[in-house]
DNA sequence: CTGAAAGCGCTTACAG
DNA sequence: CTGAAAGCGCTTACAG
């Protein structure tokens, strides 16, 4: 048996010239598609295992139409967010065979712009869109775009699928876990008021508590940065009065981080005396916290999973629905 | 005039047939190649701006046989310490229109595998490996690949080059801080000694003492983890004798952090007591230490940088020495 | 200076 | 069941 003419990769000219077949053959039978009779299909795979024949995708994808890749534009340049998210677009289309582009933009106009017109030279069949805050877009306008976009963790336009974790169930999950530790007076410190996602749990940490029996205290909602010294703060401000807190639910886990650790300086014991719920489980963060942070998961490796899913059903030619879609959190009990 | 047949993409025939040349004429006009006057390119190059024309970089790669896109490889799932040298990368590469393909392979050899292979298929025209730790490579073996390969904070082959952060150099920065402080006693709380990484910062530390005149008191490493909780507990220990050190190098921020919250526990102050120094320089450990925390940084994102130039370097045929290239670490001083 | 033709590696009607 | 031919969108010798 000769070998491929050159030492160069092997093509499925190759393939064919040794299986005694045309291109056309070769290519029918090593896809599956058209009929081949067996015998010929069962030789023509040979020869290319034997070669160790790979199919050129780029040749493929010029006539196919799809060159089985997507991409990904980021704003969250230093990753805490983006990160699983990307791990679970990547994960949910290798299957799919499908390879990600990640673009790191960075709130730059122009080189968002850059990375956007390399990924659509490049012929990807989507792109994905992340970022830290839902309530800022990316710096640049993905409408009329020759490719679908799924939005995931930023702000996408009405007709288009953006996914997000749902911070309202998320939230309530975390008041209910308090109350359900027979915890009455129950406060929210969170992050800015400027920040929709703080505005949304800071809501249904109102209407969880109003709708629990029996009623517990007054809500009071402390907004302020996403800090571990915000959290030692709000604490000492909390401590100043009379009345002090049983039950703390923070807007993050940093927060959280710093609340603890201001609590166990006033001598106050966690959760003996005051119960603590982060939000993130930012994992660093949570599982060194003493005691350990019980927390809202968001689930973002999940996720991003589906917005990979979600593009490849666009690519396909699926027609979602659009909209938000709010994917569930977890609670995540662990000592506080 | 009028316009591209379809309202397909753009081609380079819908160019050449409204600017009245041969696709070769457009194509060397576009391109700046070959012999044209200058009325004809700037003619062509006014139409193909009017039609929006893109070329599609699938067919130029074809021909070309580069596909300006690399792939990269990382076993870092947390992303810690990858995302700023992907960021780097990015950063570095999209400059000369490549584009990067992301695998995050978490250590599990058959999804390398298949990650590697859809690369391959993608006519990747490099690759660079990525990890967490220098002393455990990836589980593949990216040796023979048709491609060049680039190593960064990833053990490679001898002959490959490989990016590191230069451990000792940083180490030393750090002891030669806490000298030119005044600090006679200083010990170093570090991680595993399984790590080389603790290792080889432990060893310079010992000899950055050793050639410290006026002569400090004698080195004392402690290996433990990369955790809070060992800094607390180094601290415990240390406080436990009769002599205390006036100095704390820490094998990382987090160590760091415990370090300093405990030592704030018990009364100590910092630095006027002993000064501290961490190792990453991760900011969100080390500004919300209390002092805030003065540390080492890795430059991980120039590192990240200079493995996608090195790469290019590579790809376009120069030959590179190969072997460790160790890249300088920075000594980010803060309140410690 | 410009263009016709071949080629990159594959797929897909269309014949046979 | 199999193959010759055209085509995907571009580039590059080679002629003229």
Same mark, same amino acid.
Request: charged content about 25%.
């Given at each position: 048996m000769i070998g491929p003419t050159s030492s160069e990769r092997v093509t499925i000219?190759? +393939? &064919?010239?040794i299986a005694e077949v045309s291109v056309a053959t070769a290519s029918k039978a090593l896809n599956g598609t058209g009929r081949i009779s067996e015998q010929t299909r069962d030789r023509i795979?040979? +020869?290319?295992?034997? /070669?160790?024949?790979?199919p050129n995708a780029l040749a493929r994808s010029l006539t196919s139409k799809r060159s089985f890749t997507v991409g990904l534009l980021t704003d969250d340049t230093y990753g805490r967010f983006t990160l699983p998210v990307m791990a679970g677009v990547s994960e949910g289309l290798i299957d799919h065979g499908v390879s990600v582009f990640l673009c790191a933009v960075e709130g730059n106009p122009d080189l968002t712009r850059i990375h956007l017109d390399a990924l659509l030279d490049k012929q990807v069949d989507g792109i994905i869109a992340t970022g830290k805050r839902l309530d800022?877009? /990316?710096? +640049?306008? /993905?409408?009329?775009l020759p490719v679908p976009v799924v939005y995931a963790l930023t702000a996408g336009p009405a007709d288009a699928v953006t996914l997000v974790p749902d911070d309202r169930q998320g939230a309530i999950q975390a008041v209910q876990h308090l109350i359900a530790r027979q915890r009455r007076r129950i406060v929210h410190v969170t992050g800015p008021e400027t920040f929709e996602v703080a505005r949304e749990r800071a809501r249904a940490y109102v209407d969880a508590l109003r709708s629990a029996e029996p009623a517990p205290a007054e809500p009071c909602v402390l907004y302020g940065t996403w800090s571990e010294r915000w959290g030692h703060e709000a604490v000492a401000r909390l401590w100043s009065g009379p009345d002090h807190p049983d039950g703390i639910f923070?807007?993050?886990?940093?927060? &959280?981080r710093g609340v603890i650790d201001a609590l166990r300086e006033r001598g106050v014991r966690v959760p003996a005396d005051v119960s603590i719920v982060g939000f993130d489980n930012w994992e660093i963060v949570a599982e060194q916290t003493r005691p350990p942070l019980t927390t809202i998961d968001m689930n973002l490796k999940e996720l991003g999973r589906q917005a990979g899913l979600t593009l490849i059903r666009s690519i396909t030619g699926e027609r979602a629905p659009g909209g938000l879609w709010k994917l569930p959190c977890s609670l995540i009990v662990r000592g506080s």
């Open positions: 000219y190759d +393939v &064919a010239r795979k040979r +020869v290319a295992q034997q /070669l160790g024949f790979r800022k877009p /990316l710096p +640049v306008d /993905l409408h009329n923070c807007g993050n886990d940093q927060i &959280a």
